[in-house]
């Protein structure tokens, strides 16, 4: 695997990055075992995702800044008390961008790419404060929310759900179930986007790229 390329934020001065391999050593990161609540299946550090390969490669990324951290677990606190018994597990967290990299090497240029952030541009998972989530019932299977995690399809947009509902491609307890999952991030200080049911944003997209140190 190819040295990241880490370009400078537009607009201001390079914030230094920080190497994945010296995160269990920063102040400002939480290990996701060590969040209330909160359980962690990271598809990435295994096969069992969309590129069928492991694509962390013995890389410990199963760590979040912070504020995104206590967010998670307000969101599961929050949910603990709607859904006694229910819980979010964590399916991606923390991703370097050597592995973002990698990965937009493989799908720039085919649909996939709009399922990716442009490393150029930066994920917002690279900076410890995007997590890919689901919920899990009292008796630890996932809830069914229509389509499976990174299913690269138009079934896992939120923005289509009424059409989906509509057309039959989707249930009224698919929807209800990622409304739940979504209001228990809300709860956390998280953004879902348009496009993917499971992923959510924490703080302000532009001024994590800008002011926050990015992890290779």
Known sequence: MSLPRV??????????????????AHPQFRRLDTLQGVLHDLRYASRNNFAG??????MDCAWLRVEAAAGLEAAAAWL??????????????????????A????VAGTPMEHYFANPLRGSIHSFGMAVD??????????ADMGSGFDEMAPASHPALHAEHLKSGVLTAAH???RTCLAAAMAH???????TEWWHFDHGDRERVRREWPRVI
Do not use: K
């Open 53 to 58: 390969v492991e694509l962390y490669r013995g």
């Open 175 to 177: 929807v209800a179930e």
């Open 188 to 194: 956390g200080g998280f953004q879902g986007i348009s």
């Open 7 to 24: 370009p400078a934020p537009a607009g201001a001065a390079a914030v230094p990055p920080l190497r994945v391999e010296a995160i269990a």
């Open 133 to 142: 989530v689901t919920l899990l019932d009292p008796q630890g299977l996932e």
């Open 103 to 106: 990965i937009w090497d493989d």
């Open 80 to 101: 603990a008390r709607q859904r006694p018994g229910w819980r979010i597990v964590v399916l991606d967290a923390l991703r370097p961008q050597r592995v973002q990299e």
